[in-house]
């Protein structure tokens, strides 16, 4: 008789490995397995990221974003510490360049106050003893803002995870799901051979895949996930000093994307980006990525068009910029303008998974789909890292709720806290 697992975990990635541990930790004597299509874990958005643990300024208040991120930081860094984890708290600027902009700061000043974060407005003298080498009117210092390397924080909960008795299959791809009143059955393939496993409750943290993986149960949902890719640049070696904290934009609200910015990364490196340009393939890292299937979707869903549409300008500028490098370069010159084009070296590109709703709207807070026996995270936005382990344990409980419901024997007393 085939094993029936009390819960699979689809993705290895921060969330889908932050949820499983969890769970293992809330329940030990419950077998849990995360399955992952690649031949390592976070090889997606987790490990195509800044490595930025956010504070939270941008979001807002009583938003899941805010709590989750405002939680994630202590967290994270109580985390790191605990397992040795490189950390920098090098601090954040949010830089205004115009009268536009400097106003703009001011009104996300106040939105820091309301979400409790603790902040400092620098007027231009400020600005520029603290950053020489950047221009601009003001600036937001936020010194609560770090860097790490999330693949290591991922790879350390998949350890503890695995300690705990939950197991990983690498290599192993969802390829159909079905639901019965006592379990759900999840083909899968690995190395080219179909097989099958069967579980009491699947959790879908898919990321660039949700919406397939709902799909798969006949779920209901009035969103689909629309790729978008942020390209990055890596300033030359002799640039790795050219700013002390991270350099952020002041946003623009009617724009969906944040826009370009310097970042410090943990390896010593800096980088610019992202930009916001479509995506033609869900999982495209290279400079040409076509996918007839992705495309097809695509465009045959009425919220893609919608959004297009009311971006076109935008859209259109960021392509321009995709393909020109001056255009990119102009971006960065913004706050930096030393920076040169032959100073812009290749650095990979990263995927953002976008949840757009049927009439165009953007999914800016999460997004959960659920069947009797199933609970997908249909869209998990930045800063998903820095808040995936709230996020993970927001996820259990949500999971405890739906099978005890299921099953009220599935109550626990061992229920221990994660470090």
């Known amino acids: 008789m085939n094993k029936i697992y009390d819960y699979v975990i689809v993705g290895g990635g921060i969330v889908g490995i932050s949820t499983a541990w969890q769970l293992q930790l809330q329940y ?167 097989f099958q496993l069967d579980c009491r409750f699947l959790i879908s943290c898919s990321g660039l895949m949700a919406d397939r993986l709902t799909q798969m149960l006949d779920i209901e949902t009035n969103f689909q996930i629309i790729p978008y890719r942020g390209e990055y640049y890596r300033l030359a070696p002799k640039f790795n000093n050219i700013v002390n904290h991270l350099i952020y934009p002041i946003p623009d609200p009617e724009l969906p994307f944040l826009g370009v910015h310097l970042t410090r990364m943990i390896d010593g490196t800096v980088t610019v980006g992202p930009n916001a340009v479509q995506g033609w393939k869900r999982e495209g890292y290279g400079r040409i990525n076509i996918s007839l299937k992705d495309i097809l979707d695509m465009v045959q869903f009425s919220g893609f068009w919608k959004v297009s549409a009311k971006h076109l300008k935008t859209g259109l500028i960021e392509t321009k910029n995709s393909w020109w490098k001056p255009g990119y370069l ?77 099953d009220p024997k599935n109550r626990s007393d061992a229920v221990r806290e994660p470090a």
């Open 28 to 194: 030990p004597e419950k077998s849990i397995l995360v399955v992952e299509k690649e031949n390592a874990l976070s090889q997606h958005q987790t490990g195509h990221n800044s490595g930025v643990i956010h504070a939270g300024v941008y979001y807002a208040p009583g938003s899941l974003k805010a709590d989750f991120c405002k939680a994630g930081v202590e967290r994270t860094l109580a985390f790191c510490q605990k397992h040795n984890i490189p950390v920098e708290n090098c601090g954040k600027l949010l830089v205004a360049t115009n009268e536009l902009e400097l106003e703009r700061m001011h009104a996300l000043y106040e939105r820091c106050q309301k979400n409790g974060i603790d902040v400092e407005l620098l007027d231009q003298d400020t600005l520029t003893e603290r950053e020489p080498n950047i221009t601009g009117l003001g600036a937001i210092f936020v010194e609560s803002t770090s860097i790490v390397n999330y693949r290591l924080i991922t790879e350390k909960m998949a350890d503890e995870f695995i300690q705990l008795g939950g197991e990983i299959s690498r290599r192993t791809e969802v390829i159909a799901l079905s639901e019965s009143t006592k379990q759900i059955t999840v083909g899968c393939k690995s190395d080219g051979q179909p």
């Open 330 to 406: 102009k971006l960065v010159n913004k706050y930096c303008p030393q920076i040169k084009a032959c100073d812009l070296e290749p650095y990979p590109a990263g995927i953002r998974a976008q949840a757009v709703l049927k009439d165009g709207t953007l999914v800016h807070d999460f997004l959960f789909a659920e069947s009797p026996r199933s609970l997908h995270v249909c869209n998990a936005p930045s800063p998903a890292a820095t808040s995936a382990l709230p996020i993970g344990e927001y996820i259990c409980q949500k999971v405890t709720q739906k099978t005890t419901v299921i």
